[in-house]
C-alpha cells in the first residue's frame, strides 16, 4: 500500500460515504466512528451507511442514531469501505449500481482476506485484530493533534470487543500497547465495560441458556444453534446472539466451537477456534473456505442451503469438519 498516496487521497476528499458491512459487528461500527469523528474534525462533511441497523446493543452512543440504511448515490468524492472488502456484503446497495461504485474513487480499509473492486486504494493488514486497530495506527501517525478523549473511546470499544476484553487476543504486545495508547489519549474504559462487558438482558441471559441446553459435543468440536423464530421469541438480534458463544468458548476441552443460525433456506455456521494445552490454533479459515466461506484463522464463517431435515444436515457437516479435522490438524 502506498501511505503517501492514500493520505492524500483521504486529505482531498471533502465528501465522503462510509460503509458498514451488512450486520455491522462492533469492529465495524467503531472504525466508522472513529473515521467520521477524524474526518469531521477536518472539516469534511461526513455520511454513514450499512444495509442493515446496528444490533440495539450499541445504542448507548447517540451517534449511532446518524446511521442511514438507504444509500442516496449522491455526488461523493470518496467511498470507504471499512471492515469489508468484497462488495456483496452490502449488496443492498452494490447489486444493479456497479457503475456507479467503478465510477468513484474507493478506499478499502479491512483486515479480511477478501477480494474487492479492481481499482480500491487499499489498507489492509491481516495479522491485525480489528479495521480499528489499522486505523488508529495508521491514522494517528498523520494527523496525533486530532486524537481526543472522545475518538480514543471510540477506537477503544474495538479491544473490547474483539477481543472480549483481552480474553481472545492474539498479539499481546501489539494490542495492550494500543490499548494503554488510548487510555492514555482519554479513552473511557469504564464506560465501554460497563455497556458492552458487564449489562446483559434477562431475556439474552434465557437465550444463552436455550443455547447451552442445545448444546451437543463430539469429537473435539461443540456446537449449538437457533433460528430467527428465537431470536423474536426473546427479544435479542444477532450481535447479542454472539454472547452465548463467548460462554461456550469458555467451555474446557473442545478445540473448536461452532454456532449455528437456521435463517430460511440457509443455514451459517460460525467457526471459533482456542488454544487449548497444547498452544495449536485450528485454522477456522481453512475449514470455511472448503465450503466457500471465510474469515481468520481464529474465526470464521460459512453460509450453505437447507438441505433435508436440520438434523440430519448438522450431522453430516459436523461429519465432514471432523473428517477436515483429522486430515489436517
Given amino acids: 500500500m502506498d501511505h503517501l ?55 448507548f452512543l447517540a451517534w449511532m442514531k446518524k446511521i442511514k440504511t438507504e444509500f442516496d448515490y449522491a455526488k461523493y468524492d470518496l467511498l470507504v469501505f471499512v471492515d469489508f472488502s468484497a462488495p456483496n456484503r452490502i449488496i443492498e446497495f452494490f447489486g444493479w449500481h456497479e457503475k456507479y461504485f467503478a465510477d468513484k474513487p474507493l478506499l478499502v480499509i479491512d483486515h479480511h482476506l477478501s477480494d474487492t473492486l479492481g481499482h480500491a486504494s487499499i489498507v489492509k493488514d491481516i495479522n491485525s485484530m480489528s479495521t480499528s486497530e489499522i486505523i488508529f495506527e495508521y491514522c494517528y501517525t498523520w494527523r496525533p493533534k486530532l486524537f481526543d478523549a472522545q475518538i480514543a473511546t471510540y477506537l477503544y ?68 444453534y437457533y433460528d430467527d423464530k428465537d431470536l423474536k421469541t426473546y427479544w435479542v438480534d444477532e450481535e447479542e446472539a454472539n454472547y452465548p458463544l463467548m460462554v461456550i468458548q469458555n467451555i474446557d476441552g473442545p478445540k473448536l466451537v461452532l454456532i449455528l443460525k437456521k435463517n430460511g433456506d440457509r443455514v451459517r455456521w460460525s467457526l471459533r477456534s482456542k488454544k487449548v494445552l497444547w498452544k495449536k490454533l485450528i485454522d477456522c479459515d481453512a475449514i470455511a473456505k472448503k465450503f466457500n466461506g471465510g474469515g481468520h484463522k481464529p474465526a470464521a464463517w460459512f453460509s450453505i442451503p437447507v438441505a433435508g431435515k436440520f438434523e440430519d444436515q448438522v450431522k453430516k457437516v459436523v461429519g465432514q469438519i471432523q473428517g477436515i479435522l483429522s486430515a489436517k490438524f
Fill in 157 to 224: 470499544m474495538w479491544l473490547t470487543m474483539d477481543s472480549w476484553n483481552f480474553i481472545y487476543d492474539e498479539d499481546h504486545e501489539r494490542i495492550l500497547c494500543n490499548a494503554l495508547h488510548l487510555v492514555q489519549l482519554g479513552a473511557d474504559k469504564w464506560l465501554i465495560v460497563d455497556h458492552l462487558v458487564r449489562k446483559k438482558s434477562l431475556n439474552l441471559i434465557r437465550f444463552t441458556q436455550l443455547m447451552l441446553n442445545r448444546m451437543v459435543q463430539t469429537w473435539d468440536m461443540i456446537y449449538s
Fill in 5 to 59: 498516496k492514500i493520505r492524500k487521497l483521504l486529505e482531498w476528499a471533502k465528501k465522503i460515504a462510509l460503509f458498514g458491512h451488512m450486520h455491522p459487528d462492533g469492529d465495524c461500527l467503531w472504525s466508522m466512528l472513529g473515521l467520521w469523528a477524524l474526518l469531521e474534525k477536518q472539516g469534511k462533511k461526513v455520511n454513514y451507511f450499512t444495509p442493515t441497523p446496528p444490533s440495539k446493543t450499541f445504542y
